[in-house]
């Protein structure tokens, strides 16, 4: 089981997909094909046992948020497809969020005639509270820390302000829940554990234990009726256990990376159970440390980009589950398509010894009598590989990684370190050479170029990085990331989107290894509806607030 603590802010929703800590305990109800009306709905998480907290604000800490049902007692301002940025957002506790061409204000129009679940009407005040708290309170607003200038409400509208261009955060201002003022504002949302919450969403709380929460319908929901008749969101000690449960059926939705997913999930119930993967920006990287040998030398960069067999290791490390990187500016496909340049189009990674050893020729390396590379100052080349223990789907794609490397004459080692050193040392100091890290998604490649290339996050080895871990500077690049994120038109975001693909095709930074799309697992036995390979409407995970949706879009499964 992948323990992940994020290295970085990141929103929420993200930060509850990345998480999935293994304890202890868990359990649900099991799918006995009575189907249809009144079948309980069990959502899985890995995430063993609970606090009670309840809390959709909190960064940590909160078990609605863990396993997901924060989601559908509170709600977001908008639906939106997160395996489809390009789509456009689906009005939900907002009627519309309309941006200044900078991007820097947006005025929230709140939807009319919803109430919270005790009966209060929800109104504009609430909005304009929430987000109040998020300038009140820095802890609790990871997705725009210290970029908030100001909250105003007037006319039944909202208009917040921000210090800079939030283009590429937009989606984060319209996933944000909103909580009821008359029960939080005498409240210290860092710590409230909102243990009888109160939500405009589907889904009203009814039990809770360390292991499992139910949920029952909201019947005053300004949705409509949801046919689910009842939730349990029930929490298994691991990756294993969630799924034993998802292929046994005792849970009928939930996400974990499942090797050989098509003989140990599907192959159970060819006619019920379904994995579907989304697309998005999301990816994972072998950051490659730019200070130290070997990779100081962009030849060598250069080089072992050209021996990294990607189809093979998404095959083999990822089960196929992770879908291959094509493009070399490493820009997942589909979804970056409108930002591609094109003088990349058409152009394709390949695995090319010959070209590899000719880059390495022209570059002053040699090789010795026993075939091992030697570089311009006289040395063999060796270097490191790490990530954590038990990750192994991370540690298979080293061990590819590493056979490529040995086609150049290069000893490579991986080293499956402990969980805690490699996030409390080796990633934050750059204590490494090569390792495998993930990406923020996003609407737009920002983050992904942002997270491995930005200057912004540079700082010395030994020194705390929050992103760029391989410790990349190229002032053009740090410029071009500033440039997109600012700009006010898609011509001068698309100027500078070229500029930083042209970098990390030259330059090499680091290697986008594979795609790393939304995943989720589901049972079709009693309920229809989810986001379909044909129809892949919302992420198909429950733990973010697409989930509200999904749920309103189950229907009893008619045999």
């Known amino acids: 089981m992948r323990t992940r603590k994020l290295a970085t802010m990141v929103a929420g929703v993200a930060t509850v997909a990345l998480l999935a800590t293994a304890c202890s305990g868990g359990g649900g109800t099991s799918d006995d094909g009575t189907g249809g009306d009144g079948a309980v709905l069990t959502v899985g998480m890995p995430n063993g046992p609970q606090n009670e907290n309840q809390s959709p604000l909190i960064p940590t800490g909160s078990a609605a948020k863990s396993l997901g049902y924060a989601w559908v007692i509170y709600e977001s301002l908008m639906q939106v497809n997160d395996v489809n940025p390009l789509e456009d957002p689906e009005p939900w506790l907002a009627e519309s969020v309309e941006w200044n061409d900078d991007y820097t204000a947006a005025t929230i129009t709140p939807r009319d005639g919803v109430k919270w679940s005790d009966g209060e009407d929800f109104t504009a005040d609430d909005v304009a509270f929430t987000l109040q708290l998020l300038i009140d309170y820095p802890a609790i607003n990871n997705n725009f820390p210290d970029q908030i200038d100001k909250v105003e409400n007037a006319d039944g509208k909202v208009t917040i302000t921000f210090t800079e261009s939030q283009y590429v955060n937009q989606v984060k201002l319209l996933q944000q829940v909103i909580v009821p003022e008359h029960l939080w504002k005498d409240e210290d949302p860092t710590t409230f554990t909102d243990t009888e919450p109160v939500g405009t969403g589907p889904y009203l709380l009814d039990t809770w234990t360390p292991q499992a929460a139910t949920l029952v319908p909201n019947p005053d929901y300004w949705g409509g009726e949801p046919k689910v008749a009842k939730l349990q969101y029930s929490s298994y000690n691991d990756n294993n256990a969630l799924t034993t449960a998802l ?220 992103w760029n871990f391989g410790r990349y500077k190229n002032d053009a690049v740090t410029q071009a990331l500033a440039d997109f994120k600012g700009a006010s038109d898609d011509a001068a975001r698309q100027t500078a989107i070229e500029t930083i693909q042209k970098a990390y095709v030259e330059d090499v930074p ?41 749920v309103m879009k189950l229907e009893p499964t008619q045999d």
């Open 510 to 550: 680091g290697l986008v290894i594979w795609s790393r799309p939304a995943v989720a697992q589901y049972s079709t036995k009693n309920y229809t509806g989810f986001p379909t390979a044909d129809d892949l409407y919302a992420n198909p995970q429950p733990t973010g607030p697409q989930a509200a949706r999904i």
């Open 247 to 466: 292929t046994t059926g005792e849970a009928q939705w939930g996400w974990t990376f499942i090797a050989d997913y098509e003989d140990v999930f599907i192959a159970k119930d060819p006619d019920h159970h379904h994995q579907v993967a989304g697309g998005g920006f999301g990816s994972d990287i072998l950051y490659l440390n730019n200070e130290t040998k070997p990779f100081d030398d962009v030849a060598f960069r250069k080089a072992l980009n050209l021996v990294v067999d990607r189809a093979q290791i998404s095959e083999l490390a990822g089960s196929g589950v992770w879908p291959v990187i094509y493009s070399v500016t490493g820009m997942p496909m589909p979804s970056g398509e409108q930002y591609l340049a094109p003088e990349f189009k058409g152009d394709e990674l390949k695995v090319d010894v010959d070209e590899a050893k000719q880059i390495l020729t022209d570059a002053g390396y040699t090789w010795n009598g026993s075939d091992k590379l030697v570089d311009p100052d006289g040395e063999v080349v060796t270097f490191e590989l790490v990530n954590p223990a038990g990750w192994n789907d991370y540690l298979t794609a080293l061990d590819l990684i590493k056979t490529g490397a040995a086609q150049l004459g290069v000893d490579a080692t991986v080293n499956a370190a402990n969980q805690d050193a490699w996030f409390d040392d080796i990633i934050p100091f750059g204590n490494f050479q090569a390792t495998l890290h993930w990406t923020d998604g996003g609407a737009t490649p920002w983050n992904m170029y942002a997270n491995l290339m930005d200057g912004n996050s540079y700082v010395p080895l030994g020194e705390t990085a929050t």
